[in-house]
């Protein structure tokens, strides 16, 4: 009588064995096809009330929330270094993956994975905001914008999902209109206009992320695989992050995990993610 | 390759595909397993390694050797942005390292930064590849590494210096491997890492066939340093 071990035991004996045999057939141990996302849910709107933008994204099982709460700050409290750059000077970005959402991680020193994230996040915003945008009184006062971001669960693909959320909190941010009083040394709420969201380059040119999970069968075959869970993550031999927008003039790639790469797989890539970026960019304009 | 380079001269001279002289001196501190010290023009480092060692608690792992990777800044302590290239140069390091040889070992690999002038991330790893070697660590291959800088009206620049990094709306560290002179390096694209976001996909990838004729000049300097220190090694052990 022959037995034979169930797949939950060979995951653990042997999991890249395992998925191999899975993706040679086309499809994922869950069912998904290579290129097939999990559901993706944006919510946004006031989450939190002590913020005045905010948002919560979810691709699958990971969670993402972040929250921007403006300040005003004097004019001698913003940087003026030889470079002036946009985060910094106008803004400040704290991502957190704090224990709840994950077993591995721990409280207390911010994860490498929260700062790979909050890095990407920085080099977005310098992207697609604009620094006259938070001039308030030309020399005096400016805004300055507290983006924290918060991972309440974490199944893969963090940066995707984080950047959907700071997109989200980013559209839903509104300002209110100052104007300074009498003397000028402060600032005052003028209640009769609407708050205004913050002026930002257009949404079709700003940058998307689809990290691209690469599985390599002894150099022969590859096979490229998108929305990666975490158990994926760490089968896979390498992690592409293409970055692109829908005019494809602000193109970034990088390489994360130990695999070697070729440029023929980069170019391969690169046409793979095209129809995504364009999907989620217009459902950002019309959610 | 029909990139058309700027005429108008670097603040050093060079076209905007040259990088930049390299001097190194291999077993530059006593104590270590294996060191090295390299300029890549003002960019100084020292690298060092101590391996294999005795591996312990979680650096203990059953299949394979821990790479640990640590750099030290000219002053002050690492900070988030050096932690995060920390895990950039252990990916390097983990691929090219022969972890499978030695399995629960620990090799670990400091890199102080004494000056920076630009491409930082390029000159750490090419340290810390001849460090490896100055130790006898055994490699997969030999890793290379090279900096570009994306300018508005330039293209590129290779091998930026501080200031140029500082203009240049975008920078990429782009790390390749060699196996010997036949090897075909576009193969072997070890490490890629990018700030800012570059306006063309043709410029992209006309970038990386650049950056990687740089790499194959950095593997000769290579070869040629260690062809060297083993020659002057027989030279000592002859009677």
Not at chain 1, 4 to 21: M, R, T, V
């Amino acid at each position: 009588m022959q037995h034979s071990l169930g797949w939950d035991i060979w995951n653990i004996l042997q999991p890249k064995e395992l998925y191999k045999g899975f993706l040679q057939r086309g499809i994922r141990p869950n069912g998904r096809k290579l290129s097939e996302y999990r559901k993706i849910h944006l919510r946004k709107g006031p989450l939190v009330t002590t913020v005045d933008g905010s948002a919560s994204a979810s691709i699958g099982q990971t969670v993402a929330l972040v929250g921007i709460q403006p300040k005003v700050v004097e004019w001698k409290e913003i940087n003026k270094g030889p470079v002036k750059s946009i985060v910094g000077n106008f803004c400040s970005v704290q991502v957190e993956f704090p224990a709840i959402c994950h077993r591995d991680m721990r409280s207390g020193r911010t994860s490498e994975e929260a700062l790979l994230v909050k890095e990407s996040l920085e080099n977005v915003l310098e992207e697609i905001l604009v620094g006259d945008a938070f001039c308030i009184v030309a020399d005096k006062f400016y805004w300055y914008l507290q983006i924290t971001a918060y991972c309440i669960s974490f199944d893969g693909n963090a940066m995707e999902t984080f950047l959907l959320a700071l997109y989200g909190a980013l559209l839903d941010l509104k300002l209110p209109v100052l104007h300074p009083n009498s003397s000028g040394d402060r600032l005052v709420i003028d209640q009769s206009q609407p708050k205004v969201a913050l002026l930002m380059k257009k949404v079709e040119d700003w940058p998307w992320v689809i990290p691209v999970g690469i599985f390599s069968d002894s150099g022969s075959e590859h096979y490229f695989v998108l929305d990666l869970s975490e158990e994926e993550e760490n089968n896979v031999s390498c992690i592409v992050c293409v970055w692109n927008n829908q005019a494809g003039n602000k193109v970034a790639l990088s390489k994360l995990k130990f695999g070697s790469l070729s440029e023929r797989i980069l170019q391969q890539v690169l046409p793979l993610v095209k129809a995504h970026t364009e999907e989620m960019i217009a459902r950002l304009q019309h959610d | 390759m029909s990139y058309e380079h700027s005429s108008s001269g670097r603040r050093d001279g060079r076209k905007s595909y040259e990088i930049r002289g390299f001097r190194c001196e291999l077993g530059y501190l006593e104590r270590a397993d294996g060191s090295c010290k390299l300029e890549q023009g003002k960019t100084q480092v020292v690298a060092a390694v101590y391996g294999h060692l005795e591996a312990r608690g979680r650096t203990e792992l059953p299949d394979r050797t821990f790479i640990e990777v640590s750099i030290r800044p000219c002053q002050g302590y690492t900070s988030d942005y050096l932690r995060l290239r920390e895990r950039e140069l252990e990916e390097v390091f983990i691929a090219t390292v022969a972890t499978e040889l030695q399995p629960r070992s620990c090799v670990a690999i400091i890199l102080q930064i004494v000056e920076n002038d630009g491409s930082l991330m390029s000159a750490m790893i090419n340290a810390g590849m001849l460090a490896l070697l100055s130790a006898g660590i055994p490699c997969h291959w030999i890793a290379t590494s090279c900096t570009v800088s994306y300018r508005r009206t330039e293209g590129f620049l290779l091998d930026p210096i501080l200031v140029e990094e500082a203009e240049g709306y975008a920078t990429a560290v782009t790390s390749y491997s060699f196996q010997g002179q036949e090897s075909d390096p576009s193969q072997n694209l070890i490490g890629l890492s990018f700030r800012g976001f570059v306006c063309s996909q043709d410029i992209y990838f006309q970038s990386l066939a650049y950056s990687r004729e740089a790499c194959k000049k950095v593997f000769e300097f290579i070869r040629l340093v260690v062809e060297k220190s083993q020659a002057l090694d027989c030279g000592y052990a002859e009677p």
